[in-house]
């Protein structure tokens, strides 16, 4: 079955505890990329990937890194986890970014951070 | 900057009815704009994309239109079931930009 997954789906943590979210896809995309969202701000991208070892930054990408070091997976890392990142964080995916593309996205993950 | 608005935040019809959920931006220079639906403490689902060449696209009950002159799009949904209740995200990429610009939604609930 065609997925983004992600990992893990719930997480409480504390503050500057590092932690990584993985992401992955099985649709051989290029396109990936990291979404926050909140309430009343939205869904907000943090980071995208055009390919493996192409990444840039979205709108939001203050306190996250990430890498592409394969096609299929795209992880966020907080290095430094604050309580202002507490939200949900969606991946998603593309086969490429042309107008035709649509985005998949993965379940989620409802982050906590104390 | 784009900015992405829909209107209503919310949206309550009985069933059976046909219903039109709007989103409008401000910026014309679109790539493409996408319509999603997202359940509860769900991910997002892909329903519709609209590339920047076409007028509309339908999909079984759903149709979804795009007027980039007038910077809007609006997504009808014929004879609404309540399982149709979800939030409904539109959202655009720009040229010349990698991104998705997202609307805050509009939360819509069919009445059985």
């Known amino acids: 079955e065609a997925q983004v997954t992600q990992n893990p789906r719930y997480l409480i943590t504390v503050t500057g505890k590092k932690l990584t979210v993985t992401c992955s896809q099985n649709?051989?995309?290029?396109?990936m990329s990291w979404y926050r969202q909140d309430p009343g701000l939205g869904l907000r991208q943090i980071y995208y990937?055009?390919?493996?070892?192409?990444?840039d930054k979205g709108d939001v990408p203050e306190g996250y890194k990430v890498s592409r070091k394969e096609k299929r997976n795209f992880p966020l890392i907080l290095e430094s986890p604050s309580p202002n990142q507490t939200s949900l964080y969606f991946c998603a995916s593309s086969l490429s970014w042309r107008g035709a593309d649509t985005q998949y996205f993965g379940p989620g993950t409802r982050l906590t951070v104390l | 900057k784009q900015e992405v608005t829909q209107i209503p935040a919310a949206l309550s019809v009985p069933e059976g009815e046909n219903l039109v959920l709007n989103c409008s931006f401000t910026?014309?220079?679109?790539?493409?704009l996408q319509w999603f639906r997202q359940d509860p403490g769900k991910g997002l689902t892909s329903l519709l994309l609209?590339?920047?060449?076409?007028r509309e696209q339908t999909s079984g009950r759903l149709n979804a239109s795009l007027d980039k002159s007038s910077g809007r799009s609006t997504l009808y949904i014929a004879a609404s079931q309540p399982g149709d209740s979800a939030t409904y995200l539109c959202?655009?990429?720009?040229?010349?930009?990698?991104?998705?610009?997202f609307g805050k939604g509009t939360k819509l609930s069919v009445i059985p």
């Open positions: 609209i590339q920047s060449s076409q």
């Open positions: 649709m051989n995309h290029e396109y």
């Open positions: 990937s055009m390919n493996v070892e192409v990444t």
């Open positions: 959202a655009l990429s720009g040229a010349g930009s990698y991104q998705l610009t």
């Open positions: 910026d014309s220079a679109i790539y493409n």
